[in-house]
């Protein structure tokens, strides 16, 4: 069974930092490319960022780059999202999703996590 668990979200200040967690388990974490992606009540779920199965290549949206990092441990099956210089803008529920590696397979989401930034 798949199971994709996200932690480390909170209400913090802006500016503030806060690093997320996605722990995978029941599948084979190092062929996945694994994603980031954030949604706001009312609005489409958005891309934050991906990262290869073995980290050769990342990609972020323009609204995060320089203050996100996405980083990953194969070893652990763990993927993170560093957040540096939240803004209220980045208040969201974070999910982390396992992406198919052929058309037919589904991809694979965890449960979310709230981000809040609050002053």
């Known amino acids: 069974q798949v199971q994709l668990v996200e932690s480390g979200g909170g209400l913090v200040q802006p500016g503030e930092s806060l690093k997320l967690s996605c722990a995978a388990s029941?599948?084979?974490?190092?062929?996945?490319?694994m994603s980031w992606y954030r949604q706001v009540p009312g609005k489409e779920r958005e891309l934050v960022a991906s990262i290869t199965s073995i980290g050769g290549s990342i990609n972020y949206a323009e609204s995060v780059k320089g203050r996100f990092t996405i980083s990953r441990d194969n070893a652990r099956n763990t993927v993170y999202l560093q957040m540096n210089g939240l803004k209220p803008e980045d208040t969201a529920v974070y999910y982390c999703?396992?992406?198919?590696?052929?058309?037919?397979?589904?991809?694979?989401w965890g449960q979310g996590t709230q981000v809040t930034i609050s002053s």
């Open positions: 999703k396992a992406n198919r590696r052929v058309p037919w397979e589904n991809d694979r």
């Open positions: 029941g599948l084979a974490f190092s062929t996945y490319a």
